[in-house]
């Protein structure tokens, strides 16, 4: 009851208006709504406070939690000030209690009729006009937004920064790279307007723009080169990674790079690339290891394609409604499975190989493609008319003993299907057309066997032993027919062809080996008859499997014959057909298209039902697809599936996509997002330090999703383009930097501390695109459990130093370097790196073999500039910082030089040593070992210096 | 600058720098939520922490219980009889398919110590420290394979995503040597534990507090080492000269992240010296690498055992070993009960009982809690895969055995096992329960202890709240 009094005392501290989402919101999110929340299941006193029909809902007893206009007969202001043990809110063991400030708050809320809003950000962007603002630096209407807010620290901005050190900021947040020297020299000389402008346009065109941005793409795609788990196998994906770096440098369109990512295969036509992009939605892990419930994991990477999807696009956190109804957002645990429902339909399941999958050329490839083509189809033309010496054989029957389906296709050949006995006899009978010597087997790889042309798991076969009769017409006598010889283009280990050609059936038989080609891997076997069969006569061929194996029985095969003699000897000699063989030979030079795993829907759909707690186990009440109700502005005619979710993502009601995408591009140009948390708009999240300011940005770049405009303008702002030098003032009152009172500054991401290194010492590759490359890297070799790991083969040439994003990446064991900066782990999707700050990143940039390659590389540009110390130092802190360094800066490194160049020097010293140290790299005529030396330990602190690590 | 902005300076300074011992503290500037306050547990000093610091042994690939510590006479007498069929009627395993057969325990079981605990003859030497462990038979999971069950167990998540206990503990309580890291991991057996390095990932807690693999070859933390050809008095001055040219930009640009950097470098160059010796085991007496079985420039669980114990003495608060090699599975030679079981027994009975009796004699036992165990345990099926003749055991989350030692635990027995070793008979502990009584143990109330993100205050042991400390094995 004192406090009461206290309490009553107090109203004067408040202002006159209470806002819900304000003042109120954070109060209840905070204190009440983990057991007063929409989740039904878990409502203790079957009450909720998430709603104001909740709320003012009566008891069994007439009273209710909130009673508007009348907070002292509302219960929940009785609870929370109670002085009873029993009753008092929050339960003791369950939090603080509520602070007299909140109480209040609370209570002047609801004597204003305690009126609910909708959560900030699950309402509509409002249009805000920017305030005026006579502070005369101000660029553009991001410029006012901000002034007007700095004025309620009594702060001003902050004048605009030097223009090299704006320069470089600008060309690394734009394409992760430093300006070049020419590039800061001219700008510098001239920073007028209208060069800062060029220069923005010049990068915004640049293709390490698209790399850069990918990169970013790339850990909320939770994008690797691997598919997780314990094996962590290779899979390649990295052809989707290119589109995406494509998609940034023409500048796609928000909303189109978001519908064919999501739902590129449902677009009507869909082209290769479209369908390419939905690669996105299968950067979900697999799990390989034996004994695994492929459904299980076929859920458990839906479930991550839900929450990826809906934390990447509308910042929402979905996954508690997997288990049960969400505690803060407005999303129930039937909606959760709603939601879906729409991604359960497509037909990858865990599959060890990742099917489905789309075959595609490699990029670059096209030109020479076209031409290899050209040259096939000419011999081919040519083999119309000289058809070769193997004849179709036209089978009268085609028999599978062991009970196989056996369908004859269009091209001749036979596909086995059905019934996979575990050991089978095929029996193939016709009429020779010719006097016969030799026969041919050809095996295909078939799409119903998954792309090998046999049976077995992972598509082996094993053929043990062949028969061979004749049977005259006129006498119908049988003869046995020997086979002679045998020949085959591939054969695994010691199961060789000649082994199906005794008198016994061989235990080994012939393994043609699975081919790595995929579609186009085709195998052949030639035989000897060591007698004619005259024309006419009719031949049976058995094709016999009995192996250890079972089950390894042939998919596809197609037979041949020839009336040319001893064909094996003719096949070794590569005598029999040199028009098919040069025919093969081209068709071989075709590289193997790479197969990237993609979404596609499947002919049947499967139901959904609620997942009681999450267990796929144990399934609920059935639900058709849907989206959360308190988003529902599904598109006037747009379809119920996954293209459908695509457009409602991009409607222009969805009040989260447009503010979720600036955000993100806000916090990485300006170090904090305005929604700090980029990951959760939610009610948990924090609230924006400038919601008007953000909404104004959504609707600009709703307009028409043009990134590159939207970036250009955000770099043009005043703000972006003020000094990163703080004073004391702006320490105090701004002390994160969050209402952006100066530049921003702040450390490198982990891809461009790399190549920012590599850069500046010229080390760096601009080749683009294409497979992951192996940098220098101490970890040569990674075991997994249950499957035989990598070696990690260090790339040789260009490739050791491209940019970061092309480093091959493997889920389990990230490249050292990458990691120890922050780089997101790619198993589930992250909006939002945590900057840390660590003696391990020391050790990285102090003596990491790259670090070292780049200190190396530029002691010998700074030698080679200038044979004057202070010169070739200058130059050194220029490449670096495009700053030649203050005196005393140079002066520092002066002393460095001598002091380490005496130590080399000292005749106890070992020339091996020094050798180590500078590298195997030429030495610049005119210079010593121990100069390069020195230069190179120099050049190793300039790398690390802060404002080198530091944008 | 003045007095005022060097305090700040020096206040956020003293809150990021990752190894102080302020881990909890850390959070409300690198979190950088608004609120950060509440995701600090009040109560995290309010309950006195029994253990200073955790050894985790993990036997990656998961023991069989009934060879080692669940004695089951029962299960003896019906040694290959035909699994009774309720056991297995709507139960999925990894591999086991049909009706398996009971497989009783391969080797002979004695009572040991004043507690009368039941050892195999398989822990020769351990046995006589069972008077010092609390052997828990009632553990259960609700994982069946590797790489999740791992995951469930150490990050509280069955998926990836989920920040391991170790990052939980340092950023909670810190470190008290800032000379080393708080949490450090290190593996044996050949191969990395299923689930990799997810198992000692940070996740959503800032990446400082994740644990630093020591590697036995090598540098034994990445790049600790000058490069080739650069002395320690060469590197010495070169830092000399970064520090003037960082000091230099503090002073232009007044970046609290430029302080941080400067002493992170200075922290990074006493590591230099602190981790090498600390791993560096040439100057162990004779009889102690003898009593572990260690041996100098050898990577073995053995020499882990012996680092662990280097590094409890140097106050690093998480210390964790995966030993790879556990999966008894029974197809072949290498997984098998009659072979590669006794070899992997062989490999670290000695060494963990010189562990134990180790950090007894030298009084660490008392703060320090060993913790021994797999991610699940194994049926009292054989598993007979493709009609293996091998003994072996597949998978099995319902019952499992697991110990701990030290920080007061109370020696004894906890739980039962029903009379095959196949469901827990009484007093059931979760590895949600085991997480719980783990985090209490160092003083950190587990309900209460969280991190916000995604939407959810992330716990250790989940959104739920049913898991409980099993306050009956805490002295």
Redesign the interface.
Known sequence: MRQLLFILTLPSLLSAEIRFNRDVRDILA?NCLACHGPDEEDQKGNFHLDTFEGATKKNKDGQAGIVPGDPENSLIIQRITSDNKEEFMPPLDHG?PLKPKQIEILRQWIQEGAPYETHWAFQKPKAHTPPATDHPSAKNAIDHFISKKLEQFNLTPAPEADPKILLRRLALDLTGLPPSLEEAAAFSNDPSEENYQAAIQRYLAKPSYGEHWAAMWLDIARYADTV???G?EHRDIWPWRDWVIDAFNSNMPYDQFTIEQIAGDLLPNATKEQILATAFNRNT?N?N?????DEEYRI?AVKDRISTTM?AWMG??V??AE?HT????PITHKEYYQFYAFFNQTEDANHSDDRPRIDLMPKGRESELIALHQQIAKLKEQRASNPGPWVDFAPTEVVSEGGATVKRQDDGTYLFTGKNPEHDTYRITGTTSHDTKGLRLDLYPDRIHNGNFGRGPQGAMVLNHILVTSTDPLTGEITPQKLTAAAANASHGKAKIKNVIGEKSDLNGWNAKRSSDGYRGRRHAIFNLKNTIPKGHTLTVKLIHQSRSPQLNIGRLKLTTTQIANPVQRYQKKKLDPLARKIAKLEESIKAPVRVPIMKDRKKKRDTHIMIRGSFLQPGEKVEVGVPAAFDFWPEGAPKNRLGVAQWLMAPENPLTARVAVNRLWARLFG?GLV??E??F??????PSHPELLDWLALKYQKDWDTKKLLTFLVSSHTYRQS?????LR??KD??NIYLSRGP???LKAEVVRDNALAVSGLLSDKQYGKGVYPAN??KK?????TG?MTWVESKGEDRYRRALYTYLKR??PH?LFE?F?MA?R??CNMRR?R?????????T???VTF?EAAQAMARKMANHSSKLEEQIAHGMQRALLRPG?Q??IK??E??YQ??LK?YSHASHSNE??????GAQPIPSGNSPEQI?ALT?VA??IL????F??K | MNSAQASYLTRRHFLTACNSGLGALALSQLSGTADAASAIPSKLSMIAPKAKRVIYLHMAGSPPQQELFDYKPELKKRHLQDCPAELIEGKSFAFIKGTPKLLGGLYDFKQHGETGAWVSEMMPKLSSMVDDICFIKSMHTDQFNHAPAQLLLHTGSAQFGGASIGAWTTYGLGTPNRDLPGYMVMVSGGKMPSAGKALWGSSFLPSVYQGVQCRPKGDPILYVSNPDGMSRATRRKSLDALQKLNRLELETFRDPETLTRIEQYELAFRMQTAVPGVMDIKNEDPKVLEAYGAKVGEASFANNCLLARRLAEQGVRFIQLFDWGWDIHGTAKFDDLKNQFPKKCRETDKPITALLKDLKQRGMLDDTLVIWGGEFGRTPMNEARNGSKFLGRDHHPDCFTMWMAGAGVKPGTYGESDNLGYSVASNPVDVRDLQATIMHTLGMDPHHFSFPFQGLNQRLIGPANHPKIVHDILG
């Open positions: 905070k603080k997780g788990y314990s962590d892990l799990n290891e034996g004994g695994t419930n458990i934390n929402m956190t996954r508690c288990c969400h505690k803060y957002d904090i700090e948390t990951e959760d939610g009610i948990q999240g924090v609230p990163a030098i703080a004073d004391s320490l105090e002390p994160r500054r702040f450390r101490p970890i990674y075991v997994n459990a249950f790991g389990s064991a050292p120890t922050d782990t198993e589930v945590i840390t700050n660590t003696p391990l990143q020391s050790f990285m102090l003596n990491e070292i203050s005393e800066q520092t490194l002393e460095l002091e380490t130590d040593e020094t050798k180590k140290l500078i030396a330990v190793n602190i690390n210096q802060d404002s690590l530091t």
